[in-house]
């Protein structure tokens, strides 16, 4: 840790840049740990550091069947957001939003966090006074939020289409200052880094194929790198949550796997300074530091584990931010791809001790993964050091299904495509 400095980029730029060491070790398995940490995605990553940084617990396995970075974290659109309604889960992004505006300095790591803004446009006056609401709520709990007008917009936002005779004309929006973006695979890269120094075993090209039980509890996994065994297994692997848990014997879980597109256009000079959400449908651009525009929108909303989608949603979202900056109509798309989400089937996550002994659970991340990244290593930590939740995750439990005690953010029931 610690090498990343004025200094030491200096030093390393005058001898030929040639001492510079790997990120992280490229660890193998040893036969036990005192934890084994399932998926090396952004919340494996952070849960693995936390563990390390607040527990004292380095005796920690992360085992990722691929290379870190490649699932959800590296393919998010890399927004950054509090600005939620319910106070569960207002309490608990705000916590990661506070842990994000220290993240750089604290991993010694630049994961490029920009508080550049988040602005959700509305469409309607009733749509407007949701907005007040949500606004009101976000304050009450502590949070920043803004209640835009049309001059505000304009002014914030020089590209939007103001126009009255606009498809979908732009009453006013809530704005979150203190949103914005990071680097998506920096995020895993620099907690890979973090948590590494402090001697955190990172194994990649490592699949769990299957769980050690004695008895109902779980003591080890099989993976294609061999047996590896611990009395805590914490499992976070976002889209592959059912199939993995599947080996362990739990059938069903609150869970759906969606395939979640996201797009960039070819780069341009800057346009969009801030992070703009559509509100007549469901789409969020911003721009990149490399020029390109970064949008997506809805699921794909079929069930699917392939990291790519279909043409109609390519349509829907481009037409959507046609609507919003129509001076975009004439830019190339570069790139598109696709992640495979792990919807809940309230639209909020899971943290929680179980659904076995030995084992603990991390999912149901739907849109927020990325922005929920640091809180949900900490809590995670958190819950496997002590065994029980902390008070931030002490609602995302398996138990609120049963109890009906579910946290709908939206309103929007058990439908995953509509959360
Ligand atoms: C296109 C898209 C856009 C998004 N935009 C945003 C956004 O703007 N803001 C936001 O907050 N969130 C966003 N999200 C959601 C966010 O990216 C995810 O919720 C979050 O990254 C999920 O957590 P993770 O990083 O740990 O997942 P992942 O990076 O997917 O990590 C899970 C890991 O588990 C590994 N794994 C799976 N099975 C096994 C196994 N058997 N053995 C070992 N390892 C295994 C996988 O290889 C993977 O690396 C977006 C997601 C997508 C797909």
């Not at 393919?75 to 505006?101: C, G, H, M, Q």
């Not at 914030?156 to 914005?180: M, T, V, W």
């Not at 989400?341 to 030995?358: E, F, N």
């Not at 931030?392 to 009906?404: D, S």
């Amino acid at each position: 840790m610690g090498n990343y400095s004025l200094w030491s980029v200096v030093k390393h730029g005058l001898t030929g840049n040639k001492g510079w060491k790997p990120v992280w070790r490229k660890a193998a398995p040893k036969p036990s740990y005192d934890v084994i940490i399932v998926g090396g995605g952004g919340h494996g990553l952070a849960t693995a550091y936390y563990l390390a940084k607040e527990h004292g617990i380095t005796n920690v396995a992360l085992v990722e069947r691929g290379l870190i970075g490649q699932g959800n974290v590296g393919r998010n659109t890399t927004i950054v957001r509090s600005n939620y309604l319910l106070p569960e889960n207002a309490r608990f992004y705000e916590w990661s939003l506070k842990l994000w505006e220290g993240l750089s300095q604290e991993l010694n790591y630049n994961v490029m966090f920009s508080q550049r803004g988040v602005l959700n446009l509305a469409h309607t006056p009733m749509q407007l006074d949701q907005y007040a609401q949500r606004g009101n709520a976000m304050r009450l709990n502590g949070i920043d939020a803004e209640l835009l007008g049309r001059e505000d917009i304009a002014r914030l936002c020089p590209g939007i289409d103001l126009s009255l005779n606009a498809r979908f004309p732009i009453e006013g929006g809530l704005f979150q200052p203190r949103g914005g973006t990071a680097r998506h695979d920096a995020v895993a890269w620099g907690y890979a880094y973090a948590a590494d120094g402090m001697g955190v075993d990172i194994v990649e090209n490592c699949e769990v194929l299957g769980f050690i039980r004695e008895g109902d509890t779980i003591i080890g996994v099989n993976t294609s790198r061999g047996e590896i065994r611990a009395p805590k297994i914490g499992v976070a692997v976002a889209g592959m949550t059912s199939e993995v848990m599947r080996k362990a014997g739990v059938e069903t879980l609150p869970i759906e796997s969606h395939i979640l597109q996201a797009f960039v256009s070819e780069p341009v000079k800057p346009l969009i300074d801030t992070v703009v959400a559509f509100g007549a449908g469901h789409m969020y651009v911003s721009q990149s530091d490399k020029g390109g525009l970064v949008f997506g929108g809805n699921l794909d909303s079929y069930n699917s584990y392939a990291q790519r989608g279909n043409l109609p949603i390519v349509h829907e979202v481009v037409a959507e931010l046609l609507a919003v900056f129509p001076n975009l109509g004439r830019l190339k798309l570069l790139r598109s791809w696709g992640g495979v989400m792990d919807m809940s089937m309230d639209g909020s996550p899971i943290i929680t001790t179980g659904p076995l002994p030995g084992l603990f659970l991390n999912c149901g991340w739907c849109y927020g993964g990325f922005k929920a990244t640091p809180g949900s290593g900490w809590c995670f930590a958190w819950t496997i050091a002590h065994d029980e939740p902390h008070a931030r995750n002490a609602a995302f439990t398996l138990e609120r299904f049963h109890a009906g005690a579910v946290i709908d953010e939206k309103g929007a029931g058990a439908a995953p495509r509509l959360h």
